[in-house]
């Protein structure tokens, strides 16, 4: 046991639940190296004697591996909340400058359009579809939908433009 006060813990704590699972604690290898551990015990009776099996596990490599998924988790947050934070600022930077952004799913045939862009075309989501939103868009519709926002003159190359562009997936 690296600490000789976890050791007496564990057998008291045995000893008085009889049973004891995933006791944390470390242990000092011969060669001085330390390595955390669970361990586990149980006392019983046989032949009028008293027995106390213990199992321990080494988790020092699974304990390494917790720790470096809190980490990348950390990491992946941080990393959200600053996309976020710029998909903000570009939000408000259309709304400023009165452009929006809209984005083309060429696999699923799906318009997302910022709130900016909903608002210059005075789309109140009729016609919206259900789609999982990409950061920064508030709304999805069907390239027929989005062609009601055209120009008339405009429609039928818009289409042209829109069946060249899916099927050369551009």
Partial sequence: WANPADRTRFIADVAHDRVVWDFKTQFRRAN?????????GATFEADGENYLVIVVRDVTEVMKQAAELRRSHEILVAGE???K???DM????QEDAGMGIWRFDIANEVFFWSKTMCDIHCFDG???IEATLPMGFVCATR????SNFIHSDDVRRYMENLGNGV????
């Fill in 85 to 87: 934070h710029s998909y």
């Fill in 81 to 83: 909340q600053s996309l």
């Fill in 143 to 146: 390239p027929h939908v989005a």
């Fill in 167 to 170: 099927e050369q997936k551009k």
């Fill in 32 to 40: 001085g190296d330390i390595r955390d551990a669970k361990v586990s």
């Fill in 126 to 128: 009729a016609n919206a």
């Fill in 90 to 93: 570009l939000a408000n930077l």
